[in-house]
């Protein structure tokens, strides 16, 4: 089954619905196509790389501390949670990727950073919803290394249950296609 790597701080805010939104250019290895999604239905695989305080927004410090202190060890990666996509859009311009603020962590320099990073190319939005899953652990490959997006990892979905509520998910999802359509 497919997994999204994204930094281990940002699946602790999906985890806790503090966050329903990711933002996506792609890694370095996809700046030619950007990003795509390849399932609508995926596992979040926490990463560890490039995560500091100044690209977290303060009041969401928590989610990093959190990540780091609950780092695996070396050579395994521990999976807790799932997403299924329920809308993304393709956004151009600053002010509306602004806009998106109140769905995710991420500070607003980052934001800029990741704006300017191949500014020919649009950022995608994604919300999502996540579910927790009883953690576990697998062990790292080759093939897990470097900057992209999507892996494959040899297990599959686990029952689990949704961090927000049906009601909540609706009115969320309805405030960001505000935004973005």
């Known amino acids: 089954m497919n997994a999204l790597k994204e930094w281990a ?24 196509s950007g990003f795509t999604i390849e399932n609508e239905k995926f596992f979040l695989f926490p990463t560890f790389e490039h995560q500091e305080t100044k690209h977290v ?4 410090h928590k989610h990093l501390e959190n990540a780091l202190n609950s780092k695996p060890k ?14 993304e ?4 311009t600053e002010e509306k ?8 962590v991420w500070s607003d320099s980052y934001i800029k950073e990741r704006m300017d990073w191949l500014p020919e190319k649009s950022m995608k939005a994604i919300f999502l919803k996540t579910f927790k899953v009883s ?3 697998i062990p790292i490959k ?9 892996i494959e990892i040899n297990d599959d979905f686990h029952d689990g249950n949704s961090v927000l ?7 969320k999802l309805n405030e960001f296609k505000e935004i973005v359509n």
């Open 9 to 32: 701080t940002v699946v602790k805010a999906l985890e806790s619905g503090d966050q329903t939104v990711i933002l996506r250019k792609g890694g370095i290895l996809e700046s030619d």
């Open 57 to 60: 927004k303060p009041e969401h």
């Open 74 to 87: 070396n050579g395994t990666n521990i999976i807790t949670s799932f997403a299924n996509v329920l809308y």
């Open 89 to 92: 859009k393709d956004i151009t």
């Open 97 to 104: 990727v602004n806009s998106l603020s109140p769905f995710h």
């Open 135 to 137: 953690k576990f652990e």
């Open 142 to 150: 080759s093939e897990y290394h470097g900057c992209k997006s999507w």
């Open 165 to 171: 509520t049906d009601e909540e998910i609706e009115s």
